[in-house]
């Protein structure tokens, strides 16, 4: 099957993300709420590596069974420890895998029912999949508060945390990059109210599109 085009989504788009321990999660369901559907492409990047999936199928026959658990899954670390040594199987999985998820996020984005729809993507600008939105949220805190968040939420210590947001594109080159930006350095309450005026915005633009 043929991933839909932009011009194929009648759905208006909005393109979600941020920095690790930006909070996108939080913001998302706070969408989730108002009776957005959302499309996340973690999940979907886990969905594809499923038991049973085309994706899990074709790891398995090329990496083989090492990088199977017992119960069939897949043996996440296993296969990691393989492509970090490895930077052409590491490309080898990436033209496996960045297909397959672009053509179900598609596809999801495509077959949403609520008023418009939200992509979450931590990698939506470095991945083009920006291409694919009518408008761009950025979930915006200072580094210092994403390195606190995302030591305690992974139990990682402070130089992993570093590493982690030196590898995404920088938080400047987001902002620069976004139609919206929402502060969550604040409560959660306060994120919710700017929200709700966002996505008043938002149903207005998809209406009118």
Same mark, same amino acid.
């Given at each position: 099957?043929t991933? /839909?085009?932009?011009?194929?989504?009648?759905?208006w788009v909005?393109?979600l993300t941020?920095?690790?321990?930006?909070?996108?999660?939080?913001?998302?369901?706070?969408?989730?709420?108002?009776?957005?559907t959302?499309?996340?492409a973690?999940?979907? #990047?886990r969905?594809?590596? #499923?038991?049973?999936?085309?994706?899990?199928?074709?790891i398995?026959?090329?990496?083989g069974d090492?990088?199977?658990?017992?119960?069939?899954?897949l043996?996440?670390a296993?296969?990691?420890?393989?492509?970090?040594?490895? *930077?052409?199987?590491?490309?080898? =999985?990436?033209?496996?895998?960045?297909?397959?998820?672009?053509?179900?996020?598609?596809?999801?984005?495509?077959?949403? *029912?609520s /008023?418009?729809?939200v992509?979450? #993507?931590?990698?939506l600008?470095e991945n083009?999949l920006?291409?694919?939105?009518?408008r761009?949220?950025?979930?915006?805190?200072?580094?210092?508060?994403?390195?606190?968040?995302?030591?305690?939420?992974?139990?990682?210590?402070?130089?992993?945390a =570093?590493s982690?947001?030196?590898?995404?594109?920088?938080?400047e080159?987001?902002?620069?990059?976004?139609?919206?930006?929402?502060?969550?350095?604040?409560?959660?309450?306060?994120?919710?109210?700017?929200?709700?005026?966002?996505h008043?915005?938002?149903?207005?633009? #998809?209406? *009118?599109?």
């Open positions: 099957m991933s /839909p085009s932009r011009k194929s989504i009648d759905n909005l393109g941020g920095g690790i321990g930006c909070g996108k999660s939080a913001v998302s369901a706070m969408f989730e709420e108002l009776g957005i959302v499309v996340d973690d999940i979907i #990047a969905q594809v590596v #499923a038991p049973d999936s085309a994706g899990l199928t074709a398995h026959e090329h990496f090492a990088v199977l658990n017992a119960d069939g899954s043996n996440r296993q296969l990691r420890k393989i492509i970090f040594a490895d *930077n052409a199987q590491k490309t080898w =999985l990436n033209s496996l895998l960045h297909p397959l998820i672009r053509e179900k996020t598609l596809n999801d984005l495509s077959t949403a *029912n /008023p418009y729809v992509l979450v #993507a931590p990698l600008f083009g920006e291409q694919f939105c009518d761009t949220l950025v979930i915006d805190v200072p580094v210092e508060i994403q390195i606190s968040r995302t030591i305690a939420r992974d139990n990682i210590d402070r130089q992993q =570093l982690i947001i030196a590898a995404q594109m920088s938080r080159d987001k902002l620069t990059r976004a139609d919206d930006v929402v502060d969550n350095n604040q409560s959660l309450a306060q994120v919710a109210i700017v929200i709700q005026q966002l008043k915005q938002y149903l207005a633009l #998809a209406e *009118n599109k």
